[in-house]
């Protein structure tokens, strides 16, 4: 079953205004914030291509998306208040995925929590097109956790959690023509994109819906330095352990996680 990967358009919107689509794709933008209703990121979705047996989610796509080769360098993250983090350290993270349906190249993208959860096998997270949002992807470390984000639509926001269990390795359905986001500039021989591997880990009762992550992104909240309040085309983002400890314990103030699996 073919995932879905490409360069996705990602227009989210406050609840007060229709929310539509998104997904995987960020900018290395630092300190701009960008309205979600521009986002053009692309947001990660599931599909089955007749041709192909790999999975290809939907990723977002930056209309800033920089253009470099496949071998550009791989940075050290940088915590959100602009820091070198520490190697050793724990780090966390937030990908971004469409729940509803959305057809690329025939192929329908969607990828929920929901469909995570029903997934028996790590499942890769491909269709990343944005070299910003690559170069997240292969910073992770195995063992490493990530926030679920729903994506261009209604009601978009965190939802659940997931572990990385496999880090970055080439992502082949950039290669394949059929795929939801071939690119003809990725040689097999030379890849440009990368793929993680990832397990669901838990659904939260109630989701933090993006119009609380602005409230409380404003300057002195909690979140007024989070990367994906900041880069809202960013499709896969840096999550800081005080960020990651302040949502959770707002996730178990309003009931908790559903079907929470170990940590591997």
Same mark, same amino acid.
């Given at each position: ?56 989610? %939907? ?24 820091? %070198? ?11 971004? %995925? ?63 959690? +997931? ?48 119009? @609380?992550?602005?409230? +409380? ?10 990367? +994906? ?18 949502? +959770?314990?707002?996730?178990? %103030?309003?009931?908790? @996680? ?7």
């Amino acid at each position: 079953m073919p995932k879905r990967k490409a360069a996705l358009l990602e227009t989210e919107s406050d609840v007060s205004s229709t929310l539509r689509r998104s997904t995987r794709r960020k900018s290395s933008a630092p300190n701009t914030v960008v309205n979600e209703n521009t986002d053009s990121n692309t947001t990660k979705s599931r599909s089955k291509s007749k041709t192909q047996a790999v999975k290809t989610k %939907a990723k977002v796509t930056q209309k800033t998306q920089a253009k470099g080769a496949s071998t550009e360098p791989v940075e050290t993250p940088k915590t959100n208040d602009g820091g %070198a983090s520490d190697s050793s350290d724990r780090w966390y993270w937030l990908l971004k %995925a469409e729940p509803e349906s959305r057809f690329e190249n025939g192929i329908d993208v969607k990828f929920s929590i929901d469909d995570l959860a029903s997934r028996k096998d790590p499942e890769p997270w491909d269709g990343i097109r944005a070299y910003a949002a690559r170069n997240n992807l292969r910073s992770m470390k195995k063992g490493e956790l990530a926030f679920f984000y729903h994506s261009n639509c209604k009601e978009p926001g965190l939802v659940g959690t +997931m572990e990385i269990v496999q880090e970055h390795s080439p992502d082949l359905s950039a290669h394949d023509p059929k795929a939801p986001y071939y690119d003809p500039s990725s040689k097999p021989e030379d890849p440009k994109w990368s793929v993680v591997h990832v397990k669901f880990r838990s659904k939260f009762a109630q989701p933090v819906g993006l119009k @609380e992550l602005r409230e +409380m992104g404003k300057p002195g909240k909690p979140l007024e330095n989070m990367q +994906m309040l900041k880069q809202s085309r960013l499709s896969v983002s840096r999550v800081s352990p005080l960020e990651w400890k302040y949502l +959770m314990d707002l996730v178990q %103030a309003q009931g908790g @996680e559903l079907n929470a699996t170990k940590a591997a």
